[in-house]
């Protein structure tokens, strides 16, 4: 049974986009879409160089965003205004998922790479405002991004989180290596499955998977 290997979680953190919502809405696509812009307005490159940016920058740092400070020192407040003004209403409540995570015993965490302002925006197009005792966003880590060790360490010591009495959920094969590393049980959270040691567990639907373990 699943639930046996969850016996010991008294703290619950879940990444938000494609993680909180199925990725079939899409939502990125409407960020990509203007960090792409924000890329080629801020470094004055076509469309098919700012792509090529913003995939090196993730591939290389973790976000857009951290290469844009890494590389050009981009003040990282406007920028986040800026990419995460899109149109939620694409994004349905969830009750059942809802239901699932009040469910949870222990404690409840958001903790995302986006900034916390846009988390507390999904949260409520998807009916989930009020269910996490603390919701984290990138400007708590000091702008670094998962999957970077560090962020994790500062936003848990903030936290006051024992990772090792804790459970991670994500959709990014990447931000699961550091908090395995940590002590963390890892749920890959994804329409396919990924095989790889710092994966534990894959789910294509997180609140089924979360019924399970009640």
């Avoid at 951290?66 to 990282?76: K, N, Q, S, V, Y």
């Avoid at 994004?91 to 995570?101: C, G, I, K, N, Q």
């Avoid at 002590?183 to 639907?205: E, F, N, Q, R, S």
């Amino acid at each position: 049974m699943v639930k046996q290997h969850f016996n010991h979680v008294t703290t619950w953190v879940f990444d938000l986009d494609n993680t909180l919502y199925p990725p079939q809405y899409r939502l990125f696509d409407q960020i990509e879409v203007r960090m792409t812009a924000w890329v080629m307005n801020a470094l004055n490159v076509g469309r098919t160089e700012a792509d090529r940016l913003r995939q090196h920058y993730w591939e290389s740092y973790g976000t857009t965003l951290a290469g844009l400070m890494r590389e050009h020192d981009i003040d990282p407040a406007p920028y986040l205004q800026d990419v995460h003004d899109i149109d939620f209403t694409v994004l349905p409540a969830d009750p059942e998922l809802a239901a699932r995570l009040q469910d949870l015993p222990g404690r409840r965490i958001v903790y995302t790479n986006a900034c916390e302002p846009y988390a507390h925006r999904v949260l409520e197009a998807r009916g989930l405002s009020g269910l996490f005792d603390a919701v984290y966003g990138v400007e708590h880590a000091g702008f670094r991004p998962k999957p970077e060790r560090a962020a994790f360490e500062a936003i848990f010591a903030q936290d006051g989180l024992n990772p090792t009495s804790a459970a991670m959920f994500e959709d990014d094969p990447r931000n699961l290596a550091a908090p395995h590393d940590m002590g963390m049980k890892t749920v890959h959270v994804a329409p396919k499955p990924l095989k790889a040691l710092h994966i534990h567990h894959h789910t294509d639907d997180l609140a089924d998977f979360l019924a399970r373990l009640i």
